[in-house]
């Protein structure tokens, strides 16, 4: 049987990206000395890979599809379909930032002080265009790691990905300007694309996985309320569409259904039990398909 080959990001995004196809319905096993992981689908072939490679070996055909960041896409220059934006990271659910970053007491405050300096950073080609579009002619040297150490021995600022911020801080670095926002993206061989059957299993998979996603911060709260306390309760509940209101086998009594953000339950609760919901339950989704 022929099979997509798919590339998925090994390193700080492997863990995070195999629980969203977890979620989305793909059980990946990984064994610790292969990077060829099994898949309980038999029209796909996966490997694990470093997502700085992946664009190129989807454009070269080598992989059909394949996860990696907007910073490496256009770090490579790939020429790729994009069938989804994934909007996750190594340690939450939003995007990372190429930030430029200087010593704390460094005399450079600005971009434009920036001209004749020496920077480091993994991403030569994206920094370079940025100074470029900026009229800043600057040393841009690539650098192979431990990059926040740097400056100011070997460099004058650094570009680097951050999700927090936290190691920046860390190393006594402040950010000057943000190169771009970058986030995970679903990328296609654009002959891989042609071919239906692919493309059809490409979608049903950038489906999934937008659902997957959506549902990590959504919940579902259920809860009883009188017919009297309907009204009051429903001015509360922000949802997808509406809530869905159920009748109980008792008279006056109803169930109402919504989806909403997890991050508003702790403060939504107290306020539901006090104005008449009763029986309050929160479950987690696995995908929502809007």
């Known amino acids: 049987m022929e099979k997509l080959k798919l590339g998925l990001p090994a390193g700080s995004l492997q863990n995070t990206t195999l629980e969203i196809f977890k979620k989305a319905g793909f059980n990946i096993y990984v064994n610790e000395r292969s990077y060829f992981p099994h898949v309980d689908d038999e029209e796909l072939e996966c490997i694990l890979i470093r997502a700085q490679e992946i664009p190129r070996y989807v454009q070269s055909g080598v992989l059909d599809a394949g996860i990696s960041g907007k910073d490496w896409i256009m770090e490579t220059g790939a020429d790729v379909l994009e069938a989804a934006e994934l909007v996750y990271a190594k340690q939450g659910f939003r995007p990372i930032k190429l930030v430029l970053a200087v010593p704390e007491d460094s005399e450079i405050k600005h971009i434009k002080d920036l001209q004749g300096k020496k920077i480091a950073t993994e991403l030569v080609e994206v920094t370079k265009e940025f100074l470029r579009r900026n009229n800043i002619q600057a040393c841009v040297e690539f ?26 801080k860390a190393n006594n670095l402040r950010v000057i300007e943000t190169i771009l926002e970058s986030t995970p993206r679903f990328i296609v061989n654009r002959e891989s694309w042609k071919v239906e059957w692919k493309k059809y299993k490409i979608e049903q998979i950038a489906t999934l996985l937008k659902g997957a996603l959506l549902a990590e911060r959504k919940v579902v709260l259920k809860m009883n309320v009188s017919t009297e306390n309907l009204p009051k309760v429903l001015s509360l509940l922000p949802a997808l569409r509406k809530p869905t209101i159920s009748n109980l086998h008792e008279e006056s009594w109803v169930a109402v259904e919504t989806v909403i953000d997890e991050k508003t339950v702790r403060e939504l609760v107290y306020k539901l039990k006090e104005a008449g919901a009763e029986g309050i339950i929160e479950y987690s989704l696995n995908k929502i398909i809007p």
Do not use: N, Y
């Open 143 to 168: 650098s192979w790691g431990a990059t926040e150490v740097k400056p100011p021995a070997l460099v004058d600022a650094i570009a680097e990905l951050t999700e927090t911020g936290r190691s920046l």
